[in-house]
């Protein structure tokens, strides 16, 4: 959709066709797509037309490709503002890879390295130039515009510039001085964050001329979106990893010493993980940040200074330790997760001990406007954790943006939605103990005095200020001050009490609040949040060929660090996968991999084609649906919960039913990726291990199989004396008894084991 921050937002010009037909060309061969992403086409036209644009697009929305790809189409240089020297690096690495004549300028260059570079300028030699703004406005380089052939000014993470953003920049202001060196120099700035203040900043302050402002849909439905209580933060973030080790991802931390110690004990749990913060040196943090990128690490524990603007597409999870200040840096720092399209997961630990800490930063603030503005922003930031409601639906009307659907199908809330229950009683006791409070004393009181109240603590303040004698004194001893606290902010949330800062944070009833007390109606509340059941898509459900898919990711990694480039500029995820499940055989086939183009074909074709040729020779291609091709771009979920997550259950419990045999039916594919591990000379443990699932589903797995018929070799399992001692404990106990056998057999075989055994042998010697 179109914002509207122009008067003129509609523009009937098209695209010649020899012009369209030229820039797909360009797309192809040097990006390998063959289509545009939404809005993209729309925002090139206006480009090329030499008119201000400004682009709000979600990240992994290809920002970058609406300035790169009329850099290709048009002679002259296009100068690219960068707020972060590693995101230069990044981007010109990938433009390198694809063909395209990039470079950057910042401190991380010798003297000499820039004088080269600066000839290379000078001679025409570079498409895009990558600095920073306090870099470019330097007196000798702001030259370059004068100097140069200068076509366009792509000013990327423009929120940077005004003070209502969440990652305000002062020498983004300085920007505006290029208007006075070249008035008729044309901008696109782009952001994926920015609400409706700040779009009206960026025009302003950069002094847009009539800009065309695109405005995409700030949903990525490719996240799932994941509340947990935050109860032990570092156990369920272990956990949460040891499910993933395949995966890679980012941990936000609200303190450098946090993101130093989860990362001390990932690394002792014998997880690759390592801190990056601002407290770090400029080395360190530069080397944690490749190894990250490489995929040399699976966790980066980071604050809040790691990751804008990361193009690092197959970030498959973020997870939050600590409570975000606002909405605006939880969208931010989310957006980082699966910017290849590929489903990916965010989760923020919650607990309101951590909306205490927030408060205490913003009450040191000595700015009043600034705290006010900081405790609104808070108190959206704490709606979206507790609410029961859509969390999607909740973060995109916080933008401005209407939902139709109340159930996403990618949170934890529409996947297990949460009880309610007759609120009403408890609502009336919190009110009731807030216009005690004030009209008793005379003064308010913040959220955790009020609690104290109603639990009758013991405290100091209550002391003094005699509120032991109040009525609401003790009257909720009937919950825990955890429950309390959840029903003050919902009510908060939904309007019967409200936060104000005089000049602390206190709570005071609303119209709305003094009406229900007067004539209270029955006011049903959402239960505490728990861990949700059900599970939204994962990669894994994508179908492919991973035995493939893991060659194709071994071959990508040795030329990746040949090229001393991360992983995904030699090709990305979704590309390989693709090539796991199409097994393209020519270079015909190749091309039609998502992401490949001429260029790429010519240099890494050959390689990837002839593991794919020599997977070919030892296993038979699976048959997989096409409609399981993981996404390209980003794509809207199906509203039905239902068709968005896995069967649950299909983890099979090896002690449970031990007397109900799994029923013959077709295999899946996952069974038959088990089948060709074990084939191949692997270990349940191994298969396992690859395939990042238990020992169980493995051993469920092949007891499918069998019984479906499938010829299985289980020798590598047992001895033929180790096959008799089970042939004689189940005669004894019966095939159907398990447990019994197992412990005839002094526990020293396993479940599965005993279970693939009785699968070959039981209904013969029954």
Request: hydrophobic share 35%.
């Amino acid at each position: 959709m179109k914002n509207n921050l122009s008067p003129q937002q509609t523009n009937s010009r098209h695209l010649s066709p020899s012009t369209q037909s030229h820039l797909l060309s360009l797309l192809k061969e040097h990006f390998g797509f063959t289509a545009f992403r939404p809005l993209q086409e729309e925002i090139i036209r206006d480009v090329l037309a030499k008119r201000d644009v400004v682009a709000l697009l979600p990240t992994g929305g290809g920002k970058s490709l609406c300035f790169q790809l009329p850099a290709l189409a048009r002679s002259g240089l296009t100068i690219v503002v960068s707020p972060l020297i590693a995101l230069m690096k990044d981007q010109v690495d990938g433009l390198r890879a694809n063909g395209i004549a990039a470079t950057y300028l910042n401190s991380s260059l010798t003297a000499q390295e820039s004088q080269a570079r600066l000839r290379g300028l000078h001679q025409g030699d570079y498409r895009l130039l990558y600095m920073a703004p306090e870099r470019l406005m330097v007196p000798g380089y702001l030259s370059l515009v004068r100097n140069f052939q200068v076509n366009l000014l792509a000013i990327d993470e423009a929120h940077c510039i005004s003070e209502w953003g969440h990652d305000f920049r002062p020498e983004y202001r300085r920007l505006v001085e290029l208007r006075d060196q070249a008035p008729s120099l044309p901008i696109i700035a782009l952001t994926a964050t920015a609400t409706e203040r700040v779009q009206k900043d960026i025009v302003t302050l950069l002094r847009l001329q009539d800009p065309a402002c695109y405005v995409a849909s700030f949903n990525r439905p490719n996240l799932t979106y994941h509340v947990q209580p935050k109860d032990n933060p570092f156990g369920q973030v272990l956990a949460f990893l040891r499910k993933r080790h395949k995966d890679s991802g980012i941990l936000y931390c609200q303190s450098r010493n946090t993101t130093e110690s989860v990362a001390d004990r990932l690394q002792q749990n014998g997880l690759k993980a390592l801190p990056y913060h601002a407290g770090l040196s400029a080395e360190e943090r530069t080397r944690h940040q490749e190894l990250f990128l490489r995929d040399e690490i699976q966790v980066i524990c980071a604050t809040i200074a790691f990751g804008m603007g990361i193009n690092k597409p197959n970030v498959r999870f973020v997870i939050h330790y600590d409570l975000p200040k606002n909405l605006e840096s939880y969208y931010q720092e989310t957006g980082r997760a699966g910017r290849d399209g590929l489903p990916s997961e965010c989760v923020l630990l919650f607990s309101a001990g951590d909306t205490v800490k927030q408060q205490r930063f913003i009450n040191e603030k000595t700015n009043f406007q600034e705290q006010q503005i900081a405790n609104r922003q808070l108190q959206e930031m704490v709606h979206y954790a507790e609410c029961g409601t859509c969390r999607r639906r909740t973060l995109l009307q916080y933008f401005g943006e209407q939902v139709e659907s109340e159930n996403c199908g990618g949170c934890d809330n529409c996947l297990s939605p949460r009880d309610t229950f007759d609120g009403t009683d408890a609502a009336q006791t919190v009110l009731s103990c807030v216009e005690e409070i004030r009209g008793t004393s005379g003064f308010s009181v913040g959220l955790n005095h009020v609690i104290a109240v109603l639990t009758g603590a013991n405290t100091e303040k209550i002391r003094r200020w005699r509120h032991d004698h109040l009525t609401s004194y003790g009257k909720g001893e009937g919950h825990r001050r955890p429950e309390w606290a959840a029903i003050s902010r919902e009510l908060i949330r939904l309007g019967y009490l409200q936060q104000t800062v005089d000049p602390f944070t206190v709570l005071e009833v609303t119209d709305q609040g003094q009406h229900f007390l007067q004539d209270p109606k029955t006011l049903m509340l959402t239960k505490p949040m728990s861990t949700p059941e059900r599970k939204a898509l994962s990669v894994e459900d994508l179908g492919h060929d991973e035995m493939l898919f893991t060659r194709l990711r071994q071959l990508r990694k040795t030329l990746a660090d040949e090229g001393d480039v991360p992983a995904y500029v030699i090709f990305s995820d979704v590309a390989l996968r693709q090539m796991a499940r199409d097994y393209p055989t020519n270079e015909q086939e190749f091309l039609q991999i998502s992401g490949v183009g001429n260029r790429k074909l010519q240099e890494f074709g050959p390689k990837f084609l002839a593991v794919i040729a020599a997977h070919l020779e030892n296993y038979a291609p699976l048959s997989i649906p096409k409609e399981s091709n993981p996404p390209s771009t980003p794509s809207l979920r199906n509203q039905n919960p239902a068709n968005n997550q896995r069967g649950v259950g299909c983890r099979q419990d090896l002690e449970v039913n031990e007397e109900t045999a799994i029923k013959k039916k077709p295999l899946g594919d996952t069974v038959h990726q088990t089948l060709r591990y074990f084939r191949s000379g692997h270990s349940i443990e191994q298969i396992a291990s690859e395939r990042g699932l238990v020992t169980s589903t493995i051993y469920g797995h092949l007891e499918q199989a069998i019984q479906a018929g499938e010829p299985v070799d289980l020798t590598q399992l047992w001895t033929s004396e180790q096959e008799l001692e089970m042939a004689e404990a189940f005669m004894k106990t019966g095939f159907g008894n398990l447990t019994g056998a197992k412990e005839l057999l002094g526990n020293l075989y396993d479940y599965g084991q005993l279970r693939l055994f009785r699968a070959v042998h039981g209904k013969k010697w029954q």
